[in-house]
């Protein structure tokens, strides 16, 4: 196995990475001083489409996680980047929350409900049964199918939300029609991260808490993995997968030495 390239920049998971409900992972704030010392170029990412980099950036900073808004990539942000590549100044209609609209005005797409290129589904909390009508006339009618991650289910205090790949999943079976995930575990989401902070995939490292979106995307993105414990994954669980990622670690205090 060829020896890789030292660590020059970082991508992060945020949600049980640096945070677990809500609440700091030891070692987390640590670490982003760390980073923020090293002028490393770094990012912390999620497949949450519901918040704008800004939103989240007040979000963590009230925990204690000083995160720069620049040095946050949503799944929202990957989809507009994503449009933006393939039909530039597009017309898209959206089942989604401020940070997927916020992204989607900000590479010129028009949001309309009349004949658009895309239906573009995120995340958000109040699912219509009339927006999702919508969408599924408008996919008969020849619109393409973009969804934003393809999350079965999101955390809450009270347990397990629907997120967007159940409701994706609905939309399927009533049209045939299978969205185009742009987020983890698809590498593109890396790639195009990586490209923001001009970086490359053989000197970047990839922190995660789930094998089957973190450490699947970073590897086939080309990055070296790093599994945390903090989150979903159990260690026994690890084995069952095809694929490994570079280390396992108890938590993200684990790494702090490694920046």
């Given at each position: 196995m060829a020896e890789r390239k030292p660590i020059e920049s970082w991508l992060t998971d945020m949600d049980g990475v640096l945070m677990h409900e809500g609440v700091p992972v030891p070692g987390a704030d640590a670490f982003i001083k760390r980073l923020r010392e090293s002028g490393k170029p770094f990012l912390?990412?999620?497949?949450?489409?519901?918040?704008?980099?800004?939103?989240?950036?007040?979000?963590?900073?009230?925990?204690?996680?000083?995160?720069?808004?620049?040095?946050i990539w949503t799944s929202a942000l990957a989809t507009a980047q994503f449009l933006d590549d393939q039909r530039p100044g597009g017309t898209a209609y959206v089942i989604g929350e401020a940070g997927l609209t916020t992204a989607l005005h900000d590479i010129g797409y028009v949001l309309t409900d009349h004949s658009p290129d895309y239906v573009v589904l995120g995340e958000t909390r109040t699912y219509s049964f009339e927006a999702l009508?919508?969408?599924?006339?408008?996919?008969?009618?020849?619109?393409?199918?973009?969804?934003?991650?393809?999350?079965?289910?999101?955390?809450?205090?009270?347990?397990?939300?629907?997120?967007?790949?159940?409701?994706?999943?609905?939309?399927?079976?009533?049209?045939?029609?299978?969205?185009?995930?742009?987020g983890k575990p698809n590498p593109l989401m890396m790639r195009h991260g990586?490209?923001?902070?001009?970086?490359?995939?053989?000197?970047?490292?990839?922190?995660g808490d789930?094998?089957?979106?973190?450490?699947?995307?970073?590897?086939?993105?080309?990055?070296?993995?790093?599994?945390?414990?903090?989150?979903?994954?159990?260690?026994?669980?690890?084995?069952?997968?095809?694929?490994?990622?570079s280390r396992v670690v108890d938590s993200i205090a684990d790494l702090i030495d490694l920046v």
């Amino acid at each position: 196995m060829a020896e890789r390239k030292p660590i020059e920049s970082w991508l992060t998971d945020m949600d049980g990475v640096l945070m677990h409900e809500g609440v700091p992972v030891p070692g987390a704030d640590a670490f982003i001083k760390r980073l923020r010392e090293s002028g490393k170029p770094f990012l912390v990412l999620t497949n949450n489409s519901i918040y704008t980099p800004r939103d989240l950036h007040a979000r963590l900073n009230r925990i204690g996680l000083d995160v720069p808004w620049e040095s946050i990539w949503t799944s929202a942000l990957a989809t507009a980047q994503f449009l933006d590549d393939q039909r530039p100044g597009g017309t898209a209609y959206v089942i989604g929350e401020a940070g997927l609209t916020t992204a989607l005005h900000d590479i010129g797409y028009v949001l309309t409900d009349h004949s658009p290129d895309y239906v573009v589904l995120g995340e958000t909390r109040t699912y219509s049964f009339e927006a999702l009508t919508k969408a599924i006339r408008l996919i008969n009618e020849g619109a393409r199918f973009i969804a934003t991650n393809p999350d079965e289910t999101g955390p809450s205090p009270q347990g397990a939300l629907p997120a967007t790949g159940s409701v994706a999943a609905l939309i399927t079976k009533a049209t045939g029609v299978d969205p185009y995930f742009v987020g983890k575990p698809n590498p593109l989401m890396m790639r195009h991260g990586l490209n923001v902070i001009g970086a490359h995939s053989e000197t970047s490292a990839m922190i995660g808490d789930r094998m089957d979106t973190d450490v699947l995307a970073g590897l086939e993105a080309g990055m070296e993995t790093f599994l945390v414990l903090t989150g979903l994954t159990r260690p026994e669980e690890v084995d069952r997968h095809p694929f490994r990622p570079s280390r396992v670690v108890d938590s993200i205090a684990d790494l702090i030495d490694l920046v």
